[in-house]
């Protein structure tokens, strides 16, 4: 079994020394540029790591699938930048910001081509369900966005529809990254299964962590400025859960109103128009989530995901140290939040 340094050092490698076709350069240097900015690599980093539970070297086969996910997932993050309009990823300017819409579109265009050019390196033997899992992920993810994208002219989401919205932007591309590694090792299907179950869970904790992290996280440990969900009325699930349980609460009077549903959409609706009005909203907002308890509610939501997660993992049969090394990745992959 190959070692989590060793990954490590093949991530670095893989990313490090990706090539892209040089010209035209108004097309491919945004590719270059995204894969440049870095990031967790949390999607191939997975692949590879279920991959490694099986075999102990990691030849083309796997490594160019692997690759893929991260390639597609760049894909998504720049139309999402142009659709949000967002100025900043990953401390940089974004594509469509360092150069246009225009290029951001038709270079997102042919990075999801290249994913699937990588894709297809998948042993022939695994390849029709290789490509029907790789295909059908990136159709989830798209109707993953489309949801994002209506939620934001409603005023309040349920949170089941906020948990399926994440299930298809977020969890799937996950889970669909442990799954392809187990079957490009030539797991069962049943081992297969259950690391999909496994890695969409997981998928559904990291995003909670994510929003968790963008109110109440360390902006130096984040890497980005906090309290931008807040100024944005972004759904995240703080906001979803906030909603909801205010209300319950309000009505029961188990607060005061000046910390219920009506406190809460009134901070929703304060100005952000200098530094000094978003710094007021934030810590509004804030200090109504800590009076309702919504930021023990979402490390409690982490918590019983990754739990969950972890059961999926323990059903696979792997043995201690592998089961190990699955745990070790699951607790990296949420443990912003401890």
């Not at 819409?101 to 990588?118: C, F, K, P, Q």
């Not at 109440?216 to 699930?237: L, M, Q, S, Y």
Request: hydrophobic residues 40%.
């Amino acid at each position: 079994m190959v070692n989590e340094s060793q990954i490590e050092e093949v991530l670095d490698g893989l990313f490090g020394n990706m090539e892209f076709t040089a010209e035209p350069a108004g097309l491919y240097d945004p590719l270059r540029y995204m894969i440049g900015l870095g990031g967790k690599r949390v999607r191939p980093r997975l692949c590879l790591t279920v991959y490694s539970l099986f075999k102990d070297s990691f030849p083309e086969e796997i490594l160019f699938p692997a690759a893929a996910l991260e390639v597609f997932h760049s894909f998504t993050l720049i139309h999402d930048d142009i659709m949000d309009r967002a100025e900043m990823r990953r401390g940089q300017p974004t594509v469509c910001r360092q150069w246009n819409d225009n290029t951001a579109i038709l270079s997102g265009d042919v990075m999801s081509i290249e994913s699937y050019r990588m894709i297809a390196k998948a042993p022939v033997s695994v390849l029709p369900q290789v490509l029907d899992l790789f295909t059908s992920t990136a159709a989830k993810v798209c109707e993953g966005q489309q949801y994002d994208m209506d939620f934001e002219t409603m005023d309040e989401v349920p949170m089941e529809d906020y948990m399926k919205m994440i299930g298809l932007k977020t969890a799937v591309l996950i889970a669909c990254s442990a799954k392809l590694g187990a079957l490009i090792a030539g797991a069962g299907t049943r081992a297969c299964d259950y690391f999909y179950r496994f890695g969409y869970d997981l998928g559904l904790a990291f995003q909670i962590t994510d929003d968790y992290l963008d109110t109440f996280g360390d902006p130096a440990v984040f890497g980005k400025t906090i309290g931008g969900d807040i100024i944005n009325n972004k759904k995240t699930w703080l906001l979803t859960r906030a909603l909801e349980k205010s209300g319950e609460m309000e009505k029961s009077g188990v607060i005061a109103p000046e910390y219920g549903k009506t406190a809460l959409l009134e901070a929703m609706g304060m100005q952000t128009s200098t530094d000094r009005e978003k710094a007021a909203k934030i810590a509004r907002v804030k200090e109504i989530y800590g009076e309702i308890g919504v930021d023990e509610d979402a490390k409690y939501e982490i918590i019983k995901l990754h739990a969950k997660a972890m059961d999926y993992a323990g059903m696979i049969g792997l043995g201690k140290i592998r089961y190990e090394v699955v745990h070790r990745y699951a607790d990296r992959l949420i443990g912003r939040t401890k």
